[in-house]
């Protein structure tokens, strides 16, 4: 009989691994948003060419990510594939285990493999292609996972590895990551209220934030990358950005519980059952309940402060799941169960729609996905990529015209220059250094604009960049990015030749005293 049950939950954590992976693999082909979804696939092609975040390029988003996808790169080759089996892949690890968590709650194998495989549907597919928040949230997650595994199994030694996940976390993207250290350190001091083996619980964390300073200091050596950059671009600039919004964040409360009301609704019987469980002294139940209603409002925080489209609707299964586990007879009602059941199925499949099917994520909700072509045409190594973006919703053909425009003058453009696009696949298919200062470009988010606090230490490394690479022309190619150098620098530096229809060459004048 046990070993008739160890082959039902193989078999069930084969299907959780696949449909996990391919959902993924298969939507994040529909579309792109052209800056979002390629950004990574360049930071992957430069680290794999020996270029150094922070050193070789500005950065403000997840250093990490750029070393797992040019990992990926190396064993996969460098294309769209490649590139969407890293994503796919991540999606499959985390639906692994949160299955194994609720297996571990003792909710029912079959109950726990549909709010897992509703999970999955929602977790990565609505960004398809490896993303900084995903990234970051999915180490969160597995955080708030190993604090319950050690609550549940009363077995410390599951908190030694929650701050090598948060640091890992943490080189994905700042936040959430940061808010989850907050939280688990909350969780921890109430969990060490309540614990009997206080000494096992200090040692436990001791010896795990010795092996995160470990893993920390032996990234550094390995990238090499240089402590100061890494603190003035990563730390400091970014952030004064979240310094920024933060001051300036006005929450619209019915705003937010309209936006978010399929996850408010599980979120607020949570904390319904969480007094339960207080009530009647059941702390091992409180401090499970209490973990992921910290989540929770840590995701729902972060969500309203980046500037990313929402994707935390993975919550509504989640949050779901841990109500049908918790939801006993002895304090509440079948019949609410019921209905969270019935609104979680409503919820997954009115976002699976919206997000995966209709890609609005992407901004592509409104964009009829049947018009687009293969991206191959393009380049081969864009194959698999259906093309179609907002901007050419219309006619997907005519935007690979004006992009295949723009790759022909670069092949056809004389001497060393640096390439500015929001088309960062371009550098790639080239397969060629685009020398760029930046990873990306979006004013005020990637770098500081004039008349910020670190726009001078900016300035200084675009123009040490481009002289140390004897870079004395940039050739922007994009929509709507002519003028973006002006940000930066004054117009009168730059001769100004258009050399396509959204391709401009920029020499820079030797007069200029902004590049001496």
């Not at 200090?202 to 010795?210: A, D, E, H, N, P």
């Not at 996905?369 to 259906?386: F, P, R, S, Y």
């Not at 726009?455 to 004395?472: H, R």
């Amino acid at each position: 009989m046990q070993n008739t049950n160890k082959f039902n939950y193989l078999s069930l954590y084969i299907i959780i691994f696949t449909f996990s992976f391919l959902v993924n693999f298969y939507y994040s082909s529909f579309g792109v948003e052209p800056m979002d979804s390629f950004v990574l696939f360049n930071g992957g092609f430069k680290v794999l060419n020996g270029l150094t975040p922070f050193k070789d390029y500005w950065l403000v988003t997840g250093p990490l990510m750029d070393y797992l996808n040019a990992f990926f790169f190396k064993i996969f080759d460098v294309n769209w594939t490649s590139y969407i089996i890293h994503s796919s892949l991540t999606n499959s690890l985390i639906a692994v285990l949160i299955f194994t968590l609720f297996k571990t709650l003792g909710l029912h194998k079959i109950y726990n493999l549909i709010y897992t495989l509703m999970f999955s549907l929602l977790m990565y597919p609505s960004a398809g292609v490896p993303f900084v928040d995903h990234h970051a949230t999915i180490f969160v997650l597995s955080v708030f996972c190993l604090f319950i595994f050690g609550v549940k199994k009363k077995n410390e030694k599951y908190f030694f590895f929650i701050p090598s996940l948060l640091i890992i976390g943490f080189l994905c993207k700042q936040t959430p990551t940061t808010y989850g250290v907050f939280a688990i350190a909350l969780l921890g001091f109430i969990y060490l209220l309540n614990t009997n083996n206080i000494k096992g619980f200090l040692l436990s964390v001791t010896y795990g934030s010795f092996l995160s300073l470990f893993i920390l200091i032996f990234f550094f050596y390995l990238t090499k990358i240089p402590i100061s950059d890494f603190l003035i671009q990563y730390i400091y600039f970014a952030g004064s950005i979240g310094d920024y919004r933060l001051s300036n964040l006005k929450p619209d409360f019915f705003g937010i519980i309209h936006e978010f009301k399929y996850i408010i609704i599980p979120f607020i019987y949570s904390i319904y059952l969480n007094v339960i469980y207080y009530k009647n002294k059941t702390k091992e139940e409180f401090i499970i309940l209490l973990s992921v209603n910290c989540f929770t409002v840590l995701m729902i925080f972060h969500q309203l402060l980046t500037m990313n489209e929402n994707y935390i609707f993975f919550l509504i299964p989640l949050l779901t799941a841990f109500i049908h586990t918790y939801n006993l007879n002895k304090y509440t009602k079948n019949i609410f169960l019921y209905l969270f059941i019935a609104l979680c199925l409503f919820a997954v499949a009115k976002y699976h729609l919206r997000y995966n099917e209709q890609r609005k994520f992407h901004r592509l909700e409104k964009v009829n996905l049947e018009k687009a072509v293969d991206a191959n045409t393009i380049h081969a190594k864009l194959n698999g990529l259906k093309w179609i973006t907002k901007t050419f919703s219309e006619d997907p053909n005519k935007e690979i015209e004006i992009i295949l425009e723009s790759i022909d003058l670069l092949k056809d453009e004389k001497g060393k220059f640096s390439i500015i696009t929001d088309y960062l696949f371009i550098p790639v298919v080239l397969n060629i250094n685009d020398y760029s200062p930046n990873q990306w470009y979006h004013p005020t988010v990637s770098y500081p604009l004039k008349d910020t606090k670190y726009y001078y230490n900016y300035k200084s490394f675009f123009v040490k960049k481009l002289k140390l690479n004897q870079i004395n022309k940039i050739i922007v190619v994009g929509n709507g990015l002519e003028d973006l150098l002006t940000l930066t620098f004054n117009s009168s530096c730059f001769k100004k030749t258009k050399l396509g229809e959204i391709t401009f060459r920029y020499e820079i004048k030797k007069d200029c005293d902004e590049f001496r």
